[in-house]
């Protein structure tokens, strides 16, 4: 399907087409890049334009350039602009313009990524459903996420974060949703903020995007709820709080196992139910926050609810695995890769779900231990030392038999841990990635979580590398 025209796409950004073309796709990294697709030669880290020969010899159907890099041909299919971000954003705001989809964006401190997985997954059940794969959710993925948009989709999910104050409500107005949802506020990004009222301010921003006649979902149970629904009342919208205490998408309760988390909701006089296949309790609140999405969308709520449930949590947030290290002796254990993110609600959030499981036990009835693998939690501020140092006193960390701790944060927590939980303390994750053998056995039930630059991704690929069976990776 062709996605633009050079035609279409010049009189998007104000651009020159040096030829005619036609692009199935847009693409920012020449390794992912597709025969078809648009290069967009950002500046980042690295200056996109000297990638742009590579992507057009790649089968790139043209590039978004501010000049014509001196290693290009001068007959190259070539778009070129005063300013490469800023066709990106215009190229983003056409894509938005031009599509007949109803748009749910998403924000919030915890679990954005998470939802937004959860979104597809159920409105995929009532229509055709965009939605990045990746988190693009910044000044260049949302407006990437808008420009792969098809005209002709019925629902699209855009996911918008932020690092600093200001950042949200821009991308809001770009992505001008018909339905906004915050998953929660906690305390993540506060280098960059005063408080967590700021966070709660930052976030609510996202209301201020809103289309006429629109929803605006939030959780209803927080501190800093209030400021939440002030934000929403203002933008005009129908406003649709979720939680223990809201009086139109209400938890009723959750029943959490091993193997799953049923959670059970009360919207208006129905009663619903959602099984999460190998999720915590965390996963729960967003999966009511869908239906409350579902709702605002006029959608069948019980078919909404069954939709859910084939969603599960994937590599790097929550996803369980179970690791093979002897067939013959049916020694395994049970791997929780939540390696993709961390901050001090969502940490406590995953060592709940660890304590509240049960470790098997072997063939000789030794029974297994719950392990947690702990990197660095970053952008906490100068509050970052004692907000680490906390978690020891985290009541589910009882439960917890052993810590591991990776990170120079980490270590004012594995200070802090009493002598019989106290593992290793390494500086980096590759140190313990190297000893993974020596971190697990069998029956045990390993946690690895922390936040992306931390690399505690390395010691789940270490622990996998154990598994004798070597399954594929959903995510991965």
């Known amino acids: 399907m062709t996605l633009w025209t050079s035609h279409d796409a010049a009189r998007a950004t104000g651009g020159q087409s040096t030829c005619d073309w036609s692009a199935t796709g847009i693409s920012i990294d020449t390794r992912s890049l ?8 950002l500046r980042a880290a690295r200056d996109g334009h000297d990638f742009v020969a590579q992507a057009l010899e790649k089968g790139a159907a043209a590039a978004l350039v501010s000049h014509r890099p001196e290693n290009v041909a001068p007959d190259a299919p070539l778009l070129i602009v005063s300013d490469v971000m800023e066709a990106l954003t215009a190229l ?28 597809r997954e159920m409105l ?9 794969e990746a988190s693009f959710n910044n000044h260049w993925g949302v407006p990437i996420t808008l420009a792969r948009l098809d005209p002709n989709a019925d629902f699209a999910v855009i996911e918008i974060g932020m690092n600093h104050p200001g950042e ?19 305390p993540a990004h506060l280098e960059a903020f005063e408080n967590i009222e700021g966070i709660a301010h930052e976030k609510a921003s996202i209301f201020k995007g809103l289309e006429p006649d629109a929803h605006a979902i939030y959780p209803c149970d927080l501190p800093t709820s209030p400021i939440l629904a002030q934000a929403a009342k203002a933008s005009g919208a129908t406003c649709l709080p979720f939680g223990d205490s809201s009086d139109t998408v209400r938890l009723h309760d959750m029943t959490q196992s091993d193997a799953a988390l049923v959670m ?6 129905m009663r619903l139910a959602v099984r999460l296949r190998d999720a915590g309790a965390h996963f729960g609140m967003n999966a009511l926050g869908c239906l409350a999405v579902a709702e605002a969308l006029g959608l069948d709520l019980p078919r909404a609810a069954l939709a859910l449930g084939r969603w599960q949590p994937p590599a790097g947030r929550g996803l369980r695995q179970i690791i093979t ?25 995953a060592l709940e779900m660890l304590a509240r499981m049960t470790p098997g036990r072997t063939q000789a009835d030794r029974a297994g231990r719950r392990v947690a693998i702990l990197g660095d939690m970053l952008e906490l501020g100068p509050e970052e030392f004692a907000l680490h140092a906390a978690v020891a006193d985290d009541p589910a960390l009882e439960a917890v038999d052993l810590v591991h701790c990776v990170g120079p ?18 500086q980096s994750a590759d140190d313990l990635a190297s000893i993974a053998h020596h971190l ?12 992306k630059s931390s690399f505690v991704s390395r010691i789940v690929d270490g622990l996998r590398n154990l598994d004798a069976v070597q399954p594929q990776i959903k995510g991965k």
């Open 440 to 451: 697990v056995a069998p029956g045990d039930i390993v946690l690895v979580k922390g936040s």
């Open 409 to 426: 944060r980490m270590a004012a927590l594995h200070a802090c841990l009493p002598q019989r939980k106290k593992g290793r303390h390494a």
């Open 92 to 119: 983003g705001a056409a894509g938005r313009a031009r599509t007949k989809a109803r748009i749910v964006a998403v924000t919030g401190s915890v679990g954005k990524t998470s939802t937004k997985e959860m979104l």
């Open 168 to 186: 949200i409500e821009p991308l809001a107005r770009l992505t001008r949703p018909h339905v906004a949802m915050i998953t929660t506020i906690a």
């Open 124 to 132: 995929a059940d009532f229509g055709t459903t965009h939605a990045a």
């Open 34 to 41: 597709l025969p078809g697709d648009l290069f967009i030669a």
């Open 325 to 349: 290290l002897d067939p013959v002796e049916e020694h395994k254990f049970t791997l929780i890769d939540d390696a993709f993110n961390a901050n001090p609600a969502s940490l406590r959030a």
């Open 264 to 269: 059970r909701a009360q919207i208006g006089q």
